[in-house]
Nanobody
Framework: QVQLVESGGGLVQPGGSLRLSCVTS????????MGWYRQAPGNQRELVAR???????QFADSVKGRFTISRDNAKNTVYLQMNSLKPEDTAVYYC?????????WGQGTQVTVSS
C-alpha cells in the first residue's frame, strides 16, 4: 500500500514561513511526479506546486514568488517551503504522487495563517 506521510503544518502569523515535508517509499518517489494541493473550507482542492522526477516545477499563480518545491531523492522526500504567508493560504495541504492514471494522496496537514 502506498503511503505518503506529511508533516510541518501549523499556525503562523501573516508574513511568516512554514516548510511542509512529505516522505514516501523509494519505489514511488523514483517514478512519480510529486505535488502539493490544498483545500480550504467550501473550496475545491487546488494544485499549489508540482515537481517532476526531472525537477521541472509548476506553481499556482497565487503562490509564485512565495513558495518553492524541492525533492530530496536520497530521503524520498518532497518539501514545500512557504514564505510570506497570507491568511488566504489557510487550508489543509495534501501531498500527491501521480504517474499516468495512478494518483495517491497523503492524509493532509493543516496550515493556518492568522494573527
Amino acid at each position: 500500500q502506498v503511503q505518503l506521510v506529511e508533516s510541518g503544518g501549523g499556525l503562523v502569523q501573516p508574513g511568516g514561513s512554514l516548510r511542509l515535508s512529505c516522505v514516501t517509499s523509494r519505489g514511488i518517489f523514483s517514478i512519480y511526479a510529486m505535488g502539493w494541493y490544498r483545500q480550504a473550507p467550501g473550496n475545491q482542492r487546488e494544485l499549489v506546486a508540482r515537481i517532476t522526477i526531472r525537477g521541472n516545477t509548476q506553481f499556482a499563480d497565487s503562490v509564485k514568488g512565495r513558495f518553492t518545491i524541492s525533492r530530496d531523492n536520497a530521503k524520498n522526500t518532497v518539501y514545500l517551503q512557504m514564505n510570506s504567508l497570507k491568511p488566504e493560504d489557510t487550508a489543509v495541504y495534501y501531498c500527491n504522487a501521480a504517474a499516468g492514471a495512478d494518483n495517491y494522496w497523503g492524509q493532509g496537514t493543516q496550515v493556518t495563517v492568522s494573527s
